[in-house]
């Protein structure tokens, strides 16, 4: 964020609002070249599984009365892992451990947003490079699942549907219809891929 001239209140405003890690670094470079409805697009389709987080704890905030919405949109990775799995604590108000943990999950992410922002502008280090880390994760990512996986279908989908994008589209727009492709594909091959052994990969 600094290096792009956000300051730590932009930092911090980003981990309250974007709330995905992975969008937080990829929205930073297009918000500082003016592309707002790219980054907002972007951040709905690789943040799209969060409304399916959401659409599965429907039964469980019924009854949480008008924190349930908080409880909706603070819903990450993290807290989906810790209240999906129906392992409250015996003793413990159901309500309560639900609010603490969305709560806490939410304010050290964005804690930690604000307070990398403060460091950025304090601390005088070349950052040259730094933004390359998003990229060696998800290479990390895709050769593990690629080893792991019996079907390679959605790897080589993915591979496939990027790069032609990126022919057709250009740098600035091709992510989008990538994933849209990526998407449509996957759906319409999903029994097959199930079948191949790539329920993980998918």
């Known amino acids: 964020m600094q290096k792009h001239g956000f300051g730590w209140i932009w930092s911090m405003v980003s981990g309250i609002i974007i709330f995905s ?108 490079g730094i933004d390359f880390a998003m990229t060696a994760l998800f290479t990390t990512v895709f050769i593990q699942q690629w080893i792991d996986s019996k079907c390679h279908i959605p790897a080589i989908l993915g591979i496939t549907a990027t790069l032609l994008c990126r022919i057709l589209f250009g740098r600035d727009l091709f992510l989008i219809p990538a994933m849209v492709i990526i998407l449509g594909v996957l759906i319409l091959m999903r029994e097959k891929i199930e079948a191949a052994g790539g329920e993980t990969d998918a």
């Open 21 to 128: 890690g992975t969008v937080q670094f990829v929205s930073v470079s297009m918000l500082s070249g003016g592309a707002v409805i790219m980054a907002a697009l972007t951040a709905l389709m690789v943040a799209a599984r969060h409304i399916f987080f959401s659409i599965s704890m429907i039964g469980r905030y019924r009854e949480e009365g008008r924190r349930k919405w908080y409880l909706f949109y603070a819903l990450c990775d993290e807290t989906y892992a810790m209240l999906s799995r129906d392992d409250i604590p015996k003793g413990v108000n159901a309500s309560a451990y639900r609010m603490l943990v969305t709560l806490f999950d939410q304010s050290s992410w964005v804690l930690g947003s604000a307070l990398g922002g403060i460091a950025g502008s304090i601390l005088p280090f070349d950052s040259t």
